[in-house]
């Protein structure tokens, strides 16, 4: 496994993009949010897609969609507002049906600042069934080495009992161009449960179906020494995605 800064210099597979930490994505401690931080990546990879012919019109054109089953992001330092940074992106492995990829934030110095590993689903939106990637998406989207990081299971584990918290519906702004509830914004969700204060060093997300508009979510909140545990359930006690947060210190 490699650094984030010898991917960029040496692997045709990495792509990267300059970006400065605005007000709107900042904290009221000035510094990037979590779920901003998700986003950077998120539209990172997105990037690589328009630009390699492979973006949201082509996916649209053949009924598929690449759904997210998990995030593991890791945090050793927030930028802050006015920061200049680099975002960078490469997928590492395709198994199947499966698309395994690397994420990163750099600062101007080439000093990283986060890294993040995913896993993703190709899936026909004519069946709803997982699909391998078209040769021309396997020559398009170049495999490079894994990054240096600590890569955990997909699956997060659910804490027994926890504080089920009030209900609400889901409205057209969680949605995304896929018209279900977009990754980012189970994140942001699950953010508003944690204590003041409280700073993100990892983050985790397991996405277990999807959900669409009116749909309700019932929250299950479980906090463990400086873990926070966040389901989003359905009215069965499903989850649609389980969110694990944790803090600095432990």
Same mark, same amino acid.
């Given at each position: 496994?490699?650094?984030?800064?010898?991917?960029?210099?040496?692997?045709? &597979?990495?792509? $990267?993009?300059?970006?400065?930490?605005?007000?709107?994505?900042?904290?009221?401690?000035?510094?990037?949010?979590?779920?901003?931080?998700? %986003?950077?990546?998120?539209?990172?990879?997105? *990037?690589?897609?328009?630009?390699?012919?492979?973006?949201?019109?082509?996916?649209?054109?053949?009924?598929?969609?690449? &759904?997210? %089953?998990?995030?593991?992001?890791?945090?050793?330092?927030? !930028?802050?507002?006015?920061?200049?940074?680099?975002?960078?992106?490469?997928?590492?492995?395709?198994?199947?049906?499966?698309? *395994?990829?690397?994420?990163?934030?750099?600062?101007?110095?080439?000093?990283?600042?986060?890294?993040?590993?995913?896993?993703?689903?190709?899936?026909?939106?004519?069946?709803?069934?997982?699909?391998?990637? $078209?040769?021309?998406?396997?020559?398009?989207?170049?495999?490079? !080495?894994? @990054?240096?990081?600590?890569?955990?299971?997909?699956?997060?584990? /659910?804490?027994?009992?926890?504080? &089920?918290?009030?209900? *609400?519906?889901?409205?057209?702004?969680?949605?995304?161009? %896929?018209?279900?509830?977009?990754?980012?914004?189970?994140?942001?969700? $699950?953010?508003?449960?944690?204590?003041?204060?409280?700073?993100?060093?990892?983050?985790?997300?397991?996405?277990?179906?999807? &959900?669409?508009?009116?749909?309700? *979510?019932?929250? /299950?909140?479980?906090?463990?020494?400086? @873990?926070?545990? @966040?389901?989003?359930?359905?009215? %069965?006690?499903? !989850?649609?995605?389980?969110?694990?947060?944790?803090?600095?210190?432990?």
């Amino acid at each position: 496994m490699l650094s984030a800064e010898t991917i960029l210099n040496t692997t045709k &597979a990495s792509y $990267a993009y300059d970006a400065r930490i605005r007000y709107s994505e900042a904290d009221c401690e000035n510094k990037l949010t979590p779920e901003a931080l998700l %986003n950077y990546f998120q539209d990172c990879s997105t *990037f690589q897609s328009e630009d390699l012919g492979l973006g949201v019109k082509y996916m649209l054109e053949n009924h598929l969609v690449w &759904a997210l %089953n998990s995030w593991q992001i890791d945090v050793e330092k927030y !930028p802050e507002i006015g920061d200049r940074v680099k975002v960078g992106t490469q997928p590492y492995e395709f198994k199947g049906f499966i698309g *395994f990829r690397n994420f990163w934030m750099e600062n101007s110095q080439g000093k990283r600042l986060a890294v993040a590993n995913s896993i993703w689903t190709l899936l026909s939106l004519n069946t709803g069934k997982p699909v391998r990637p $078209a040769q021309e998406m396997l020559d398009g989207y170049k495999v490079g !080495p894994k @990054i240096e990081m600590e890569y955990l299971p997909r699956k997060i584990a /659910v804490p027994e009992g926890g504080e &089920a918290r009030k209900e *609400f519906i889901i409205t057209r702004h969680y949605l995304d161009t %896929n018209h279900h509830v977009n990754n980012g914004q189970y994140v942001k969700m $699950a953010l508003e449960y944690l204590e003041e204060g409280f700073e993100i060093r990892r983050l985790r997300a397991e996405y277990k179906k999807q &959900a669409y508009l009116n749909d309700v *979510f019932y929250p /299950v909140v479980h906090k463990q020494d400086k @873990i926070y545990t @966040i389901s989003m359930n359905d009215k %069965n006690g499903e !989850p649609y995605a389980v969110v694990e947060l944790t803090g600095r210190n432990s």
